[in-house]
Nanobody, 125 residues
Framework: VQLQASGGGWAQAGDSDTLSCAAS????????VAWFRQAPEKEREFVAA????????YYADSVKGRFTISRDRSKTTVYLRMNSLKPEDTAVYYC???????????????????RGQGTLVTVSS
């Protein structure tokens, strides 16, 4: 599967934005899909994940209650809805997918076999 991330750009604190991760070559039906982010001079950070069924979602504490990960009915696009954005959300966001990952590894970026290009989200105060 190939992943194409889109969305992002500039936002002010408190704004909302939505990132999209589109699949090509396959659907996401058999994949766990996650969003990670990396801010300048910081390590990659888990943001959110959605399981193969699309019925279970997982979030980092830093975004819980503000971000929502979802998947469309066609199972070809995963979204990350970001509400109440904060300057500390500024980062390059990228999506990743895995067919074989287990729940205990969802937050580990190295466990995902497929990764899309990043998209920059900049939040000003």
């Amino acid at each position: 599967v190939q992943l194409q991330a889109s969305g992002g750009g500039w936002a002010q604190a408190g704004d909302s934005d939505t990132l999209s991760c589109a699949a090509s070559g396959s659907t996401f039906a058999s994949y766990v899909v996650a969003w990670f982010r990396q801010a300048p001079e910081k390590e990659r950070e888990f943001v959110a994940a959605i399981d193969r069924s699309g019925g279970n979602t997982y979030y980092a504490d830093s975004v819980k209650g503000r971000f929502t990960i979802s998947r469309d009915r066609s199972k070809t696009t995963v979204y990350l809805r970001m509400n109440s954005l904060k300057p500390e959300d500024t980062a390059v966001y990228y999506c990743a997918a895995s067919r074989s990952i287990i729940v205990s590894s969802y937050r580990n970026p190295d466990m995902y076999a497929y990764r899309g290009q990043g998209t920059l989200v900049t939040v000003s105060s």
